[in-house]
T-cell receptor, first 114, second 112 residues
Framework: NAGVMQNPRHLVRRRGQEARLRCSPM?????VYWYRQLPEEGLKFMVY????????ESGMPKERFSAEFPKEGPSILRIQQVVRGDSAAYFC????????????FGSGTQLSVL | EDQVTQSPEALRLQEGESSSLNCSYT??????LFWYRQDPGKGPEFLFT???AGEEKEKERLKATLTKKESFLHITAPKPEDSATYLC?????????????FGTGTRLLVSP
């Protein structure tokens, strides 16, 4: 039973380019969360999605960032016109439903902006 | 604003030397307090959830406890494989899903 799969593991972009991060939740999980971990900071909530719906995006920067979780395929976190401050580890987590005891995290995507 | 503070930032122990990690929190109605373990280059791995003051949970050499203001992760007779960063997180009572507020973690190194 595969865990949460994230790809790519490492992504290098130049300032102004677009970054696309993918997350396939665990089998049977329909709820996806994205968290960001900046150097020397704790994990910060970004967005919570269910299939085809954004439930809470209060942690997402208002500009350049977007997320989706289509009916088919992985969840995508998209960052347009990346800046150096976007360099961080981006983690995806999944759960089978609301109000569960725990989240299952992927191994993350390390984004480096040159 | 919900906040989580973990101490110490880093802890070095000899194998077999027991100790405790601290997690202090302020939250608008605690729905749950979580402990995760994170190894380098990996995502957090769930350890425990605590829901109310006085609750305790154990798993192998780890024991988590909860009061109204803080939680402790006690490590008894640690082994080198316990070396990792231990993360504490809280879920506020006004969210029905896991919008967690994390601390910055305690980096534990256990030497043989």
């Amino acid at each position: 039973n595969a865990g949460v799969m994230q790809n790519p593991r490492h992504l290098v972009r130049r300032r102004g380019q677009e970054a696309r991060l993918r997350c396939s939740p665990m089998k049977g999980h329909s709820h996806v969360y994205w968290y960001r971990q900046l150097p020397e900071e704790g994990l910060k909530f970004m967005v919570y999605l269910q299939k085809e719906n954004i439930i809470d995006e209060s942690g997402m920067p208002k500009e350049r960032f977007s997320a989706e979780f289509p009916k088919e395929g992985p969840s995508i976190l998209r960052i347009q016109q990346v800046v150096r401050g976007d360099s961080a580890a981006y983690f995806c987590a999944s759960s089978p439903r609301d109000g569960v005891e725990k989240l299952f995290f992927g191994s993350g995507t390390q984004l480096s902006v040159l | 604003e919900d906040q989580v503070t973990q101490s110490p930032e880093a802890l070095r122990l000899q194998e077999g030397e027991s100790s405790s990690l601290n997690c202090s929190y302020t939250v608008s109605g605690l729905r749950g307090l979580f402990w995760y373990r994170q190894d380098p280059g990996k995502g957090p791995e769930f350890l425990f959830t605590l829901y109310s003051a006085g609750e305790e949970k154990e798993k192998e050499r780890l024991k988590a406890t909860l009061t109204k203001k803080e939680s402790f992760l006690h490590i008894t007779a640690p082994k080198p494989e316990d070396s990792a960063t231990y993360l504490c997180a809280v879920q506020a009572g006004n969210t029905g899903f896991q919008k967690l507020v994390f601390g910055t973690g305690t980096r534990l190194l256990v030497s043989p």
